[in-house]
């Protein structure tokens, strides 16, 4: 065949109507992952206000007061149809035992579930990624009890042990509410840990836990430190990372 006619079969192969139909789905297929792909914005939101509260109260080692609430998940009946909501629980008609905290830091991360396996011989491995892996916030703070009991941090403890796992949770349809200023945000609390020494009051530690974030609320368009827990964050002693930290903070300042 004439170079010239090899080359007008290679154009008609490529203009042919099944290449335009592959076309098109390769196109349908990338509108569609797009509207597939998850929406960031409500995460970077959320992080954005979490992360400014706590930067702006560094220099004086403020924070942002909190509390945990538990909430079941029920159905009702509205109109013949089964409407989902969620209802706080409660002891004899009073709320169960709640305890303040004091939020001094929050952390972060973004990660994809990836995997990465190795092949024989010089060929180079095979990477699949699934997609984003759950939001799980971190968070630091004083745990300072609400009722003034000696044994608060035992009784925090029994508790989450009790309550607060997300296997316990779980079984009786429950979820865990954290308000942190103006958010309510709402998922399990993965792991919870508390340390106390004999420099601070009776009735503070420092705590810290992860928490599944399953979806959050803004109720309010403020979210700062209050004096209030500027006054509690002031009474507690530095951790030791933190006095480094500031220290360093101020000699960089001073140079």
Not at 130 to 137: Q, R, S, T, V
Not at 160 to 170: G, H, S
Not at 174 to 202: A, C, H, W
């Amino acid at each position: 065949m004439p170079f010239a006619g090899v080359t007008r079969a290679v154009k008609n192969l490529f203009d042919s109507p099944a290449n335009e139909i592959d076309a098109a789905a390769t196109r349908d297929d990338a509108e569609r992952a797009a509207a597939e792909a998850p929406d960031t914005s409500v995460s970077d939101q959320l992080a954005k206000r979490l992360f400014s509260a706590v930067e702006s109260g560094r220099g004086g080692k403020s924070g942002t007061q909190a509390h945990i609430d538990i909430y079941r998940s029920v159905v009702q009946q509205r109109g013949g149809k089964e409407v989902p909501r969620s209802e706080r629980v409660t002891q004899n008609g009073t709320p169960l035992q709640e305890y303040r905290f004091i939020i001094t830091n929050t952390s972060f991360k973004n990660a994809e579930r990836f995997s990465v396996r190795s092949t024989f011989g010089d060929a180079p491995e095979i990477a699949h990624s699934f997609g984003e892996k759950p939001k799980i916030w971190g968070f630091n703070g004083i745990l300072r009890s609400g009722t003034g009991e000696t044994q608060w941090r035992k009784a925090m403890e029994m508790f989450y042990r009790q309550r607060l796992r997300p296997t316990k949770m779980m079984r009786n349809n429950e979820f865990v509410r954290f308000r942190i200023g103006d958010l309510s945000l709402r998922g399990y609390i993965l792991n919870f840990s508390t340390t106390q020494s004999e420099k601070m009051d009776p009735a503070m530690a420092r705590f810290q836990f992860s928490m599944y974030v399953r979806s959050f609320d803004i109720e309010s368009a403020s979210f700062r430190f209050t004096p209030a827990s500027r006054e509690l964050a002031a009474d507690v002693p530095a951790a030791p990372e933190e006095e480094a930290e500031q220290s360093e903070i101020a000699g960089l300042q001073g140079t």
